[in-house]
T-cell receptor, first 114, second 114 residues
Framework: DGGITQSPKYLFRKEGQNVTLSCEQN?????MYWYRQDPGQGLRLIYY???????QKGDIAEGYSVSREKKESFPLTVTSAQKNPTAFYLC?????????????FGPGTRLTVL | DAKTTQPPSMDCAEGRAANLPCNHS???????VYWYRQIHSQGPQYIIH???NNETNEMASLIITEDRKSSTLILPHATLRDTAVYYC???????????????FGRGTQLTVWP
């Protein structure tokens, strides 16, 4: 059963704490992505990675960090420097190379910072 | 910069065709048009994509105008489960990158009524 898993579905943290969101895929995709979605808005790209041990900042990387030590995993850390971390976080993966890189999304993690 | 323009909402009777328009007047020659949909609090679901030619799959049809400045997603027989936000997206390539980025706007809220 191939796909992308994100855990947990709901996450609560106190202000000032770092929190790490999990994303795992078994689709054998090289590229992985993290997006943030606020109510009534589209998705905004936080970070993406084309290959293991390499990643690039997206449009709203400030206050976030990532690692890509394994092809299957791309965890996102929301640090205390992120001023408004409460949001819906979505992870995606895609193949790379010519011919298209359709992204497939996980179910998302809803983070609430109290 | 979403790069696409969509109506904020549309509705459709169950069993009828739903035609969702999208304008992408600044699209470049190598940029694909993608359509995703998102049911509330879930991850976006890939529907279809195309470059120049019309495309059809088991979910929908994509009609792209000859000048590529606009497109229409067609759900031939809408059901209640098709109620969702539909995103029309242009995949853009950053300079020197082979990995396209998806720019999400606010999408169109499609409501299918009985």
């Amino acid at each position: 059963d191939g796909g992308i898993t994100q855990s947990p579905k709901y996450l609560f943290r106190k202000e000032g704490q770092n929190v790490t969101l999990s994303c795992e895929q078994n689709l054998n995709h090289d590229a992985m992505y993290w997006y943030r979605q606020d109510p009534g808005q589209g998705l905004r790209l936080i970070y993406y990675s084309q290959i293991v041990n390499d990643f690039q900042k997206g449009d709203i990387a400030e206050g976030y960090s990532v690692s890509r030590e394994k092809k299957e995993s791309f965890p996102l850390t929301v640090t205390s420097a992120q001023k408004n971390p409460t949001a819906f976080y979505l992870c995606a993966s895609s193949p790379t190379g010519p011919g298209g890189n359709t992204q497939y999304f996980g179910p998302g993690t809803r983070l609430t910072v109290l | 910069d979403a790069k696409t323009t969509q109506p904020p909402s549309m509705d459709c009777a169950e069993g009828r065709a739903a035609n969702l328009p999208c304008n992408h007047s600044t699209i470049s020659g190598n940029e694909y048009v993608y359509w995703y949909r998102q049911i509330h609090s879930q991850g976006p679901q890939y529907i279809i994509h195309g470059l120049k030619n019309n495309e059809t799959n088991e979910m929908a049809s994509l009609i792209i105008t000859e000048d590529r400045k606009s497109s229409t997603l067609i759900l031939p027989h809408a059901t209640l489960r098709d109620t969702a936000v539909y995103y029309c997206i242009v995949r853009v390539y950053d300079r020197g990158s082979t990995l396209g980025r998806l720019y999400f706007g606010r999408g169109t809220q499609l409501t299918v009524w009985p």
